[in-house]
């Protein structure tokens, strides 16, 4: 069965600089979650879309964007990134009314800024 | 959101059950109560998921007391591989965009 695939597995900044994470929900899943998690940390909510528009925000910095396009895959943009953005950052994808909002995990974007 | 409490950490043995209580005494009629799992450097995985009384799928049971205001996780014969850090999560269901993973709990499973 399909997946969540996220894009890039891995990723090496330098700080000050710019990221786009890009996220591919599973087919037909219309709602897409964003997560940061810090080493040794908890998952952090960052940021929700339903439907391609923006439905929830989380402790998102005002240095991140995000947006979810047309054919519903999301991309989190990162900018002036510091050294405390080194993360796991993992999109989420669910299909709200069926079977509970059960969210489907993708593996994660390691990002590392030096 | 429902704040939730669990234990920190928990050791355990292969083949034995185990079994974690979130508490969450907030917890609105409108509720539901979602355990994920989550090995290092992976993304949380769903376990199972229930609004009162007892849910059983192929990996585990949640127990519901009346009041709703804890459950219990029932892990059946763990073995090595189930080594992993559990969430418990409470949020509406159809409404639950905003999702908030506290501090899960650090199961050791020994051989």
């Known amino acids: 069965a399909a997946g969540v695939i996220q894009s890039p597995r891995h990723l090496i900044k330098e700080k000050r600089e710019t990221a786009t994470l890009k996220c591919y929900p599973i087919p037909r899943h219309d709602t897409v979650y964003w997560y940061q998690q810090g080493p040794g940390q908890d998952p952090q909510f960052l940021i929700s879309?339903?439907?391609?528009?923006?439905?929830d925000k989380g402790s998102i910095p005002d240095r991140f964007s995000a947006q979810q396009f047309s054919d519903y895959h999301s991309e989190l943009n990162m900018s002036s990134l510091e050294l405390g953005d080194s993360a796991l950052y993992f999109c989420?994808?669910?299909?709200?009314?069926?079977?509970?909002?059960?969210?489907?995990f993708g593996p994660g974007t390691r990002l590392t800024v030096l | 959101l429902a704040k939730t409490t669990q234990p920190i950490s928990m050791d355990s043995y292969e083949g034995q059950e185990v079994n974690i209580t979130c508490s969450h005494n907030?917890?609105?009629?409108?509720?539901?109560i979602t355990w994920y799992q989550q090995f290092p450097s992976q993304g949380p995985r769903f376990i199972i998921q229930g609004y009162k009384t007892k849910v059983t799928n192929e990996v585990a049971s949640l127990f519901i007391p009346a009041d709703r205001k804890s459950s219990t996780l029932s892990l059946p014969r763990v073995s090595l591989s189930d080594t992993a850090v559990y969430y418990c999560?409470?949020?509406?269901?159809?409404?639950?965009?905003?999702?908030?993973f506290g501090a899960g709990t650090r199961l050791f499973v020994k051989a």
């Open positions: 999560l409470v949020g509406d269901r159809d409404g639950g965009f905003k999702t908030i």
């Open positions: 879309f339903y439907e391609k528009m923006q439905s």
């Open positions: 989420a994808s669910s299909l709200l009314g069926t079977g509970g909002n059960e969210q489907f």
């Open positions: 907030n917890i609105a009629t409108n509720d539901y």
